[in-house]
Structures are given as structure tokens and as C-alpha cells.
Nanobody, 122 residues
Framework: QVQLVESGGGLVQAGGSLRLSCAASERTFSTYGMGWFRQAPGKEREFVAAINRRCTSTYYRDSVKGRFTISRDNAKNTVYLQMNSLKPEDTAVYYC???????????????WGQGTQVTVSS
């Protein structure tokens, strides 16, 4: 059974920082690259960042490059997203998921966790 539990969201002023966490089931975490996704009100869910199993490679959507950093702790089956210099357009519910294929932006699972709300005020 897939387990994806996100946490760490909140309300922050523009320019501030947040660190998101996502705990995943061991089988998922040990097998796949992991990614963060987000969904803003009235918009489709979009890819944000990805990291491979060995923590040797990452990639990001252009709008967050240089501001967000994805990392993972394989011993804890947890993936993180450090978000700095936040902007109001980063406001969304953030989710994690395994990646269907390394290098893609597609999630593996159709089932999602509850997500964590990030709200950035101007």
C-alpha cells in the first residue's frame, strides 16, 4: 500500500522560507526517484522538483530554480523541499510522489497524500 504523508506547510510572507517533509513507504522510497508537485487553486497539479535514489541528481521546474532545494534521507524514507525566497505565486498545496521515470515530470501513483498547504502573502 502506498504511503505518502506530507507536512511542514504554513503561512509565510513573501521572501520567507519553509521546509516541507514527505514520509513514504519503504518500498516506494527504496525503488524510485522522488518528486514534489503542487496544485494552486483553479490550476492543474504541476511538477516542482525531483531527486534520484542516490541523491546524486536533481532537477527543477524553471520558476523555482535557485530558490528551492530537494533532498532526501534514505534512512528515514523521507524527502524534503527547502523553499527560500518564497513568492505569492508559490501558494499551493504541495504533494510528493514517486517518479514514473527518471527525467520525467510524471508521478508514478494515481493516489496522492493529503498534501500540505503553503500560503505566501505579499
Amino acid at each position: 500500500q502506498v504511503q505518502l504523508v506530507e507536512s511542514g506547510g504554513g503561512l509565510v510572507q513573501a521572501g520567507g522560507s519553509l521546509r516541507l517533509s514527505c514520509a513514504a513507504s519503504e518500498r516506494t522510497f527504496s525503488t524510485y526517484g522522488m518528486g514534489w508537485f503542487r496544485q494552486a487553486p483553479g490550476k492543474e497539479r504541476e511538477f516542482v522538483a525531483a531527486i534520484n535514489r542516490r541523491c546524486t541528481s536533481t532537477y527543477y521546474r524553471d520558476s523555482v530554480k535557485g530558490r528551492f532545494t530537494i533532498s532526501r534521507d534514505n534512512a528515514k524514507n523521507t524527502v524534503y523541499l527547502q523553499m527560500n525566497s518564497l513568492k505569492p505565486e508559490d501558494t499551493a498545496v504541495y504533494y510528493c510522489n514517486a517518479l514514473r521515470l527518471w527525467g520525467s515530470r510524471a508521478p508514478l501513483y494515481d493516489v496522492w497524500g493529503q498534501g500540505t498547504q503553503v500560503t505566501v502573502s505579499s
